[in-house]
């Protein structure tokens, strides 16, 4: 049977064994970003949220992000692009808030793959 050890680091899938040591941190060292909100209708926009979820508000946050001068991509860049909803998630005594990603559109696959594998 697979067990984790405390002193590896894994990705996805997980019994690919990992990696010793600390995980790595990067800079970005230029990035521009910005969020548009808007309110919509709650039924319909309600239809798009899984049930194991509340909508906090009926919001839709649409993210632009330019990011330049990544370090782990050799100094590269890229664009994303998000669509967001609050939502709550309550089990038992524990609430969390956090925005549900409708989509989330991304322009080179170099940050797709680890992104996916790291979330």
């Not at 590896?8 to 970005?28: C, D, K, V, W």
């Not at 049930?51 to 330019?66: H, I, K, N, Q, W």
């Amino acid at each position: 049977m697979f067990k984790f050890s405390e002193n590896r680091n894994y990705l996805m899938p997980a019994h690919f064994g990992g990696y010793e040591g600390q995980p790595q941190s990067t800079t970005y060292h230029d990035v521009t970003s910005i969020v548009v909100t808007c309110e919509t209708d709650r039924e319909m926009l309600e239809q798009y949220i899984p049930d194991a979820f509340e909508m906090t508000e009926p919001v839709l946050a649409v993210s632009y992000a330019v990011n330049r001068r990544v370090d782990w991509m050799s100094g590269g860049h890229y664009n994303l692009i998000g669509v967001t909803v609050p939502v709550a998630y309550t089990r038992g005594q524990e609430r969390l808030k956090g925005g549900y990603a409708l989509v989330v559109w991304e322009n080179k696959t170099t940050p797709i793959l680890p992104g996916r594998e790291i979330t």
